[in-house]
């Protein structure tokens, strides 16, 4: 299964959460509302999660091995740092 599509909406309040992200599978099937968390050791990704009835959070979809997390994260974040970089050659052009 390979990631065909990662789109990053930046969040633009401040705050830990940076940006929600989409991804595409295999142009088939979307993953929607990861987020980008800023984090003491750097950003991280969040899995979609649910509210339980007892108050804790359940991811609904996430990835089942640390090495697909990682390589998830890694394009997510590197997305992120695109639209980061775009954002700042706009203003700089004057757009």
């Known amino acids: 299964m390979q990631i065909t599509d990662v789109r990053v909406r930046?969040?633009?309040?401040?705050?830990?959460?940076?940006?929600?992200?989409?991804?595409?599978?295999?142009?088939?099937?979307?993953?929607?509302?990861?987020?980008?968390?800023?984090?003491?050791?750097?950003?991280?990704?969040?899995?979609?999660?649910?509210?339980?009835?007892?108050g804790e959070y359940r991811d609904i979809a996430h990835p089942i091995t640390s090495e697909t997390r990682e390589q998830l994260q890694d394009l997510i974040v590197k997305q992120y740092q695109e639209e980061l970089l775009k954002e700042d050659g706009a203003e700089e052009s004057g757009f």
């Open 10 to 54: 930046k969040i633009s309040k401040e705050g830990k959460l940076k940006a929600v992200a989409s991804i595409t599978l295999d142009d088939v099937f979307v993953v929607h509302d990861i987020k980008v968390i800023e984090g003491e050791k750097g950003l991280f990704i969040a899995m979609p999660s649910r509210k339980t009835t007892d």
